[in-house]
């Protein structure tokens, strides 16, 4: 990331960009990093210098549209470097066509700390796009003090979470959302009363029933989405002024994005995301104790996916997000109840988003990449991001719409291979992702 943006002539491609509601054939120079011009094909002027030194990509055919912005990742460090480092995660990113991810702080040590969030965005990290720390809300995520957002927003901390650990006590809940609302952060809620789901390792229901596993109920995740709409609601009767902002992560059930819905409905600040795991496999394909299947939120049954792809499909779903979570193979083959949670996502999100949600569920293109990259950077206050707009940042994702390709997880970039999609076909391959003007990646 330290070398000067070159000069670069993005030509013919069909330039999407839901921001500006733009979705036509054009042409786009990006200078120093940023967007410096938008013009109708073959209408860019360069001086004869510029002309000589510019790089000209070719997008006859392609889409060119904003990074992709994923506000949930587990890049593993510090700590966890066998699975993955913050230069083979942003890899992988770039390889997917994201620009710009929000790095979750259950780091070893936990990233509760301006020292830690400043050393995830320090130069020698080698990250190929750009990475947004969020911080732990809670001292090593323990749900009892809260750390000081004051320091962590200072040090680049865009929003605070406790995740895979769920605030659970109302008291401490109610201070982090005061606190992080003071400094203008939003909270993100791993939702999972552990309360409920103690020893279990899949969403309750027929296949846990065979495999003798137990279940974790849907309740324990929209019982606790409840609790924090009416902490969120309680607050904004008494504050005046400064709203609190309630993000739901992974939202998995049908009952969760219903009282998301609803909190909206009566002007709450409470946006939510979904995993495209969620809305495109179910507890069946925990098969035969299939730990790539294995993911906290589970994968829960085919009413809850389908209401995920309703949300998507209604405008109810705010973003798209993979928790993309990497695990060494050696830890995921072990017996189901023994495995880590989670499966990594970055490099196979826009395929899948495109080869299902816009070729099966004929969402618009241009809704699948709000979903992707405007509206998450707008949910965590990503500014000149999220657009291509003349002067935003020249964070730039060109792929080939319908080209079909068979995801390969041994192909990956990440460090590690735990995809449940491994085989799967893909629709739309990435050709160039462009970072801060940058090419992070070409194929
Ligand atoms: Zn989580």
């Known amino acids: ?47 004869p210098e510029d002309a000589a030194r510019a790089l000209t990509l070719d997008a006859t055919g392609l889409v060119v549209a904003p990074g992709l912005i994923d506000i949930h990742v587990h890049l593993r460090e510090p700590g966890q470097t066998h699975k993955e480092t913050i230069a083979t995660g942003t890899a992988a990113a770039a390889a997917g066509g994201f620009t710009a991810v929000a790095a979750m702080p259950n780091t070893t040590p936990t990233n509760d700390s301006p020292e830690i969030t400043r050393w995830m965005q320090s130069p020698e990290r080698n990250a190929s796009v750009r990475v947004f720390p969020i911080g732990a809300a809670t001292r090593a995520l323990k749900g009892e003090q809260l750390n000081d957002f ?62 003798g596993l137990r279940g974790m109920s849907p309740e324990a995740e929209y019982g606790l989405v409840e609790r924090d709409i009416r902490l969120v609601a309680e607050l904004e009767r008494e504050s005046k002024g400064a709203r609190p902002h309630l993000h739901v992560a992974h939202t998995s059930t049908a009952q969760a994005v219903a009282a998301v819905h609803q909190a909206r409905r009566n002007g709450l600040r409470v946006t939510c995301e979904v995993a495209p795991h969620h809305f495109l496999l179910t507890e069946q394909h925990v098969g035969c104790y299939n730990t790539h299947a294995k993911m906290n939120p589970p994968l829960r049954s085919e009413a809850d996916r389908d209401a995920m792809i309703q949300g998507i499909l209604d405008g109810m779903v705010d973003a798209i997000a993979t928790d993309h979570a990497p695990h060494a193979a050696h830890e995921k083959e072990v017996e189901f109840e023994r495995a880590p949670n989670g499966i990594t996502g970055l490099e196979t999100a826009l395929g899948l988003c495109l080869q299902w949600l816009h070729g099966e569920w004929r969402l618009p293109l241009s809704r699948v990449l709000s979903l992707l990259s405007t509206q998450p950077a707008a949910l965590l206050g990503f500014k000149g991001r999220g657009t291509l707009a003349v002067g935003s940042f020249a964070d730039v994702v060109i792929f080939d719409p319908d080209a079909k390709w068979i995801w390969r997880a041994a192909d990956s970039r990440s460090r590690s291979r735990n995809s449940p999609f491994d085989g799967w076909t893909m629709r739309g391959r990435v050709r160039y992702t462009l970072s801060e003007g940058r090419l992070v990646y070409s194929a």
């Open 150 to 211: 004051a320091a962590l927003k200072a040090a680049g901390a865009v929003a605070v979470t406790d995740d895979g650990h769920p605030i659970l006590r109302d008291n401490i809940m109610r201070e982090v959302l005061i606190a992080a609302t003071r400094h203008g952060l939003p909270v993100i809620q791993h939702a999972e009363d552990t309360r409920l789901t103690e020893g279990a390792s899949m969403n309750a229901g027929p296949v846990a029933y065979r495999l």
């Open 1 to 47: 990331m330290n070398l000067p943006a070159p000069l670069t002539l993005l030509r013919g491609g069909r330039l999407i960009d839901p921001a500006s509601g733009i979705d036509e054939k054009k042409d786009l120079l990006l200078r120093d990093g940023h967007v410096a011009e938008v013009a109708a094909p073959g209408r860019v002027r360069l001086s």
